[in-house]
T-cell receptor, first 115, second 112 residues
Framework: DTAVSQTPKYLVTQMGNDKSIKCEQN?????MYWYKQDSKKFLKIMFS???????INETVPNRFSPKSPDKAHLNLHINSLELGDSAVYFC??????????????FGPGTRLTVT | KQEVTQIPAALSVPEGENLVLNCSFT??????LQWFRQDPGKGLTSLLL?????REQTSGRLNASLDKSSGRSTLYIAASQPGDSATYLC???????????FGAGTTVTVRA
């Protein structure tokens, strides 16, 4: 069984479009994250939700909007896509936020290409 | 601001040789350090998690050490195999904001 899953795996779209990436975890974790991996392979956190509450909101354009309908799901909606948004987006989860000792489990990633 | 550096950026070894991957971080106030493996076009697989109170963790052929005071961790992979070829990332979770900060990774190639 897949622990953290993302859809779609690949997304190719044109500039100016709006798209969404979905993430689901079946681990019963309280905390979920979105990371962006750029062309230089650095992974940087974008958002984190704990029990559906936004707790980390890094300096990302407000065209990016996360939504957590329940603890098991964290979706990422991107408006007015730009060339610079091309990257691999990873979803992750961890058992809880309050305890920093927990490890994070990552999904397979969504490769977004904006043309 | 936490900065995580991994040296070397790339490594190529013949099969059977032991691998030594280095990770350093600037802020020693961390909860834990996690080593990941990333295969091309794939997600991240957690290999080892070392809590700040621990000095090492072992799993099979993998051994990771942590020297928090000097801001260093080393991942050892014994008797490397071609299947060990991947990019290895280290990440530290810091006290200040619980965020995970990643290094850029070491890309390993094990030649058969």
């Amino acid at each position: 069984d897949t622990a953290v899953s993302q859809t779609p795996k690949y997304l190719v779209t044109q500039m100016g479009n709006d798209k969404s990436i979905k993430c689901e975890q079946n681990l019963g974790h309280d905390t979920m994250y979105w990371y962006k991996q750029d062309s230089k392979k650095f992974l940087k956190i974008m958002f984190s939700y704990n029990n559906k509450e936004l707790i980390i909101n890094e300096t990302v354009p407000n065209r990016f909007s996360p939504k957590s309908p329940d603890k098991a799901h964290l979706n990422l909606h991107i408006n007015s896509l730009e060339l610079g948004d091309s990257a691999v987006y990873f979803c992750a989860s961890s058992p809880a936020w309050a305890s920093g000792s927990y490890e994070q489990y990552f999904g397979p990633g969504t490769r977004l290409t904006v043309t | 601001k936490q900065e995580v550096t991994q040296i070397p950026a790339a490594l190529s070894v013949p099969e059977g040789e032991n691998l030594v991957l280095n990770c350093s971080f600037t802020d020693s106030a961390i909860y834990n350090l996690q080593w990941f493996r990333q295969d091309p076009g794939k997600g991240l697989t957690s290999l080892l998690l070392i809590q700040s109170s621990q000095r090492e963790q072992t799993s099979g052929r993998l051994n990771a050490s942590l020297d928090k005071s000097s801001g260093r961790s080393t991942l050892y992979i014994a008797a490397s195999q071609p299947g060990d070829s991947a990019t290895y990332l280290c990440a530290v979770r810091q006290y200040s904001d619980y965020k995970l900060s990643f290094g850029a990774g070491t890309t390993v190639t094990v030649r058969a």
